[in-house]
């Protein structure tokens, strides 16, 4: 008798899933291949106004909604912008927010932590790069009733789904920054967001300025930021 591939649980239908089973010496030339990549990831801040295919944007776009989220429930809109007039609009919106901050609302410390990063509150890329994607966050959700229901573990589901998100731009060739202006609520109104969202990061996407510049960072160690218990 041929076994089922699906089986049943709580009346819900579970699927045979087939996991790549690897060689551990593929496994730790894999892992290190793909550190050796991420690693060369940076955030950019300049950024070519050369067209990036919408096509890549929406692969990009699908990547990070693979992300786990709690119930599943996948509490995000991905808000993709190529419109320039759209961009201009947030532009100059997040750079009244921008000079807010940076005159009264960041203290001086704050403001310190930050100079060799070389910021201010000037923020071309908004128009300069080829896509804004502006990542929403849904605390709750509607049914089909329009009765509200709960989402769980938000920001964290958000947040890996970011992560994703940033790697696929990186596997994609491209560049992005993590732009986060505060507060963020201009961007419900100009992208007609409903009332459920909340705007969680704006990342412009494109290919850097040639020749481009970024900070001389370091990363922290393995042993500065792991502790194993063997
Ligand atoms: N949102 C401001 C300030 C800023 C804050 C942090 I924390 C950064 O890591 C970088 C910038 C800005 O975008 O300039």
Same mark, same amino acid.
């Given at each position: 008798m041929e076994l089922s591939k699906n089986i049943n649980i709580n009346g819900y239908n579970h699927i045979k899933y087939d996991s790549i089973k690897i060689s551990k010496k593929e496994m730790i030339e894999k892992s290190e291949i793909f550190y050796e990549w991420i690693n060369k990831r940076r955030s950019v801040r300049e950024f070519s106004s050369e067209p990036i295919p919408k096509e890549v944007i929406e692969n990009i776009i699908k990547s990070a909604s693979t992300a786990p989220s709690g119930a599943h429930h996948q509490p995000w809109t991905f808000c993709a912008v190529s419109n320039p007039f759209i961009k201009t609009k947030i532009k100059i919106a997040a750079e009244i927010e921008e000079k807010e901050g940076y005159e009264h609302r960041m203290s001086e410390r704050w403001k310190k932590d930050l100079e060799h990063l070389a &910021?201010? !509150?000037?923020?071309p890329f908004l128009e300069d790069a080829p896509w804004l994607i502006v990542v929403f966050k849904k605390s709750y959700d509607f049914d089909i009733n329009g009765e509200k229901c709960n989402n769980y573990y938000v920001n964290e589901s958000i947040g890996i789904s970011c992560g994703m998100l940033i790697s696929a731009i990186h596997n994609a060739g491209l560049v992005t920054l993590t732009h &986060? $202006?505060? $507060? !963020?609520n201009f961007l419900t109104s100009i992208l007609n967001r409903p009332v459920n969202e909340r705007a969680f990061l704006l990342l412009p996407v494109g290919y850097p300025k040639t020749p481009v510049y970024v900070p001389d960072l370091k990363r922290k160690t393995l042993d500065e930021m792991a502790v194993f218990y063997e």
């Open positions: &910021t201010d !509150m000037h923020k &986060t $202006p505060s $507060p !963020m």
